[in-house]
Antibody, heavy 120, light 108 residues
Framework: EVQLVESGGGLVQPGRSLRLSCAASGFMFDDFAMHWVRQAPGKGLEWVSGITWNSGTVGYADSVKGRFTISRDNAKNSLYLEMKSLRREDTALYYC?????????????WGQGTLVNVSS | EIVLTQSPATLSLSPGERATLSCGASQSVTTTYLAWYQQKPGLAPRLLIYDASRRATGIPDRFSGSGSGTDFTLTISRLEPEDFAVYYCQQYGISPFTFGGGTKVEIK
């Protein structure tokens, strides 16, 4: 069974940093691109960032470009999101999502998410 | 970026009725790279349709997708009680991979 388990969320002050992790299992992690998608409380979905299987191509939403960094460790079957200079508007549930062999692919499956609350 | 506009925002229907959800794109979606997701309260989204019209594994055939270019539709032929949820469209042809604002299908 494919599983994606996020961790690292929590309460953080504006301007501070946080690192999210996603542990993947049940599939060949290094065969797939991976993504982060977020959902602010009561709002819709927003793609945050994606990375190809070999980290050769990464992409970011304009809202996080320059502040967030996506990375992966295929030996550990893990995906990461380093978030710096956090803003109140970054408050959201962050989902780890599997893509396809390319960055341009549908998202399936989704993890259960980890909540990031940016507040003073 | 490609902006996706979903309509209506809310659809009030009864079980057994047909639901038609629309997703319009601000520019043509590359090679029908469009997906539909279902989200129920407190749960992560679930993939329903990919490549505009292909059902994901395990999705009942009452769900169907159609469209190309800038106009896409998700149809639920006969609503079951478990289908009342929020539905999102997403394009994955051009980064950033944008989502529509969602359509809530609620019980009338």
């Amino acid at each position: 069974e494919v599983q994606l388990v996020e961790s690292g969320g929590g309460l953080v002050q504006p301007g501070r940093s946080l690192r999210l992790s996603c542990a993947a299992s049940g599939f060949m992690f290094d065969d797939f691109a991976m993504h982060w998608v977020r959902q602010a409380p009561g709002k819709g979905l927003e793609w945050v960032s994606g990375i190809t299987w070999n980290s050769g191509t990464v992409g970011y939403a304009d809202s996080v470009k320059g502040r967030f960094t996506i990375s992966r460790d295929n030996a550990k079957n893990s995906l990461y999101l380093e978030m710096k200079s956090l803003r109140r508007e970054d408050t959201a549930l962050y989902y780890c999502v599997r893509g396809g062999q390319l960055l341009h692919n549908w998202f399936d499956p989704w993890g259960q998410g980890t909540l990031v609350n940016v507040s003073s | 970026e490609i902006v996706l506009t979903q309509s209506p925002a809310t659809l009030s229907l009864s079980p057994g009725e047909r639901a038609t959800l629309s997703c319009g794109a601000s520019q043509s979606v590359t090679t029908t790279y469009l997906a539909w997701y279902q989200q129920k309260p407190g749960l992560a989204p679930r993939l329903l349709i990919y490549d505009a019209s292909r059902r994901a594994t395990g999705i009942p055939d009452r769900f169907s997708g159609s469209g190309s270019g800038t106009d896409f539709t998700l149809t639920i032929s006969r609503l079951e009680p478990e289908d009342f949820a929020v539905y999102y469209c997403q394009q994955y042809g051009i980064s950033p991979f944008t989502f529509g604002g969602g359509t809530k299908v609620e019980i009338k």
